[in-house]
Each structure stands twice: as structure tokens, then as C-alpha cells.
């Protein structure tokens, strides 16, 4: 049960923004808002999380609405390079790590 | 920095045989999570340990699976018997809880195939 509800797959084109939508509508007050990607035959990695404010790093920024039942990660100029599946993770008080099926991104040169 | 090791990277095995699998965390890192990622599905989250307690082993096949991290540091998973469905890429990862378990790092996992 991940708790989060994702499109199974996206398209973009390269360097062309991206947003990658995450429905959490049961999310508590003291869940954060986890993002990880996974690429081709590789273990995941962190992306970037929050709480309630939007957040921003070297890889994307993390828009979480104001009622924090959804949040939307943002790739700003998408590469080819960002081809991955990205999961949306809702983590209770940090712990309980659970992945959903993910949104499989495409990125068209 | 080293990052999450784990071995062996593939292994084949028969069904009703036995396999472990073994991850060492990064330095520091008291929690440490082991997943199965059937192919084409998201990694499903079997154990979580802090140090050498058990945080969370509610999807754990435990009539067959068990993991063990005794001294805290490294960890171990062992099927016993293995059946055709447990193919699958094992993956373990580890996380600071001194930092909110705020980022966990991964393995490269281990490819098991039971024929």
C-alpha cells in the first residue's frame, strides 16, 4: 500500500520542463513528501522531499499544494538523462519507505 | 564516501534451495531497508532495521524469508526454501536517522533468478 497515486507513464521533450503530478489525499500532518527516480538497471535515488513548503535542489523542485493532498515534481529542463521511472513516497514520521508502481518518464530528443 | 554494497550482484539458483543475500550500509547509517523489486513493478519493502532492531517487517514472507543484522552494521537475507515467484532484484539501502532518514542511498541490488 503506497499510499500515493501516480500516472503510470510521461512523456517530454528534451529540454522542455516537466511536471510529474502525485495524488496523497489521506496524507497526515506529519507525513513527508518523498521523491526517488530510478534508472534503467540501477538501485534508486533520492530526488528531493518535503513537508508543506516547496522545496528546491540542484535536480528539481517539489511544489506540494496547499492542502498537501497532491504535490508535483518539477524537472526544469528535461534531458535525456532524466529518462526514469519516478516514485512519489509518502513517509510517516520518516519511516516506512514504501514504493507505488511509479510514473515511467520519456524524454524525446 | 563508499556507498551501499551489496553481494553477490547475480545468482542463480533452484527452486526449494536456499540463498542469502548480504549488504553493507554506508558508515553511520543505523537504518537500513531491504526491498524486492520484481521486474516491471516499484521496489516492495520487506524489513526495516534500526541498529540491530526491527522497525517494520510487516511484508516480510516470514515463513521463508528472514534477515538478520546482528552488530548493527551489516545485513544479511536469507530465503529458505526459494520458490519460482521469488525472482526478483534485491536491493538494500540505508539512511541516517540523525538527518530524519531524510535521504536513503541504494545499492546496485542483486539479481536472483529460481529456476
Known amino acids: 500500500d503506497a499510499k500515493t497515486t501516480q500516472p503510470n507513464s510521461m512523456e517530454s521533450n528534451e529540454e522542455e520542463p516537466v511536471h510529474l503530478p502525485c495524488n496523497h489525499s489521506?496524507?497526515?500532518?506529519?507525513?513527508?513528501i518523498h521523491w526517488y527516480r530510478q534508472l534503467p538497471s540501477q538501485g534508486p535515488e533520492y530526488v528531493i522531499h518535503?513537508?508543506?513548503s516547496n522545496v528546491n535542489n540542484r535536480m528539481a523542485s517539489l511544489a506540494i499544494a496547499e492542502d498537501r493532498k497532491s504535490s508535483t515534481l518539477i524537472l526544469h529542463r528535461a534531458t535525456l538523462r532524466d529518462a526514469a521511472v519516478y516514485y512519489c513516497?509518502?513517509?510517516?514520521?520518516?519511516?516506512?519507505?514504501?514504493f507505488g508502481a511509479g510514473t515511467r518518464l520519456t524524454v524525446k530528443p | 564516501e563508499a556507498g551501499v554494497a551489496q553481494s553477490p550482484r547475480y545468482k542463480i539458483i533452484e527452486k526449494r534451495q536456499s540463498v542469502a543475500f548480504w549488504c553493507n550500509p554506508i558508515s553511520g547509517h543505523a537504518t537500513l531497508y531491504w526491498y524486492q523489486q520484481i521486474l516491471g513493478q516499484g521496489p516492495k519493502l520487506l524489513i526495516q532495521?534500526?541498529?540491530?532492531?526491527?522497525?517494520?517487517d510487516s511484508q516480510l514472507p516470514k515463513d521463508r524469508f528472514s534477515a538478520e543484522r546482528l552488530k548493527g552494521v551489516d545485513s544479511t537475507l536469507k530465503i529458505q526454501p526459494a520458490k519460482l515467484e521469488d525472482s526478483a532484484v534485491y536491493l538494500c539501502a540505508s539512511s541516517s536517522p540523525e538527518t530524519g532518514n531524510t535521504e536513503a542511498f541504494f545499492g546496485q541490488g542483486t539479481r536472483l533468478t529460481v529456476v
Open positions: 518535503g513537508l508543506t
Open positions: 513516497i509518502r513517509m510517516y514520521n520518516n519511516n516506512d519507505m514504501r
Open positions: 532495521f534500526q541498529n540491530n532492531g526491527v522497525v517494520d
Open positions: 489521506t496524507i497526515s500532518g506529519t507525513d513527508y
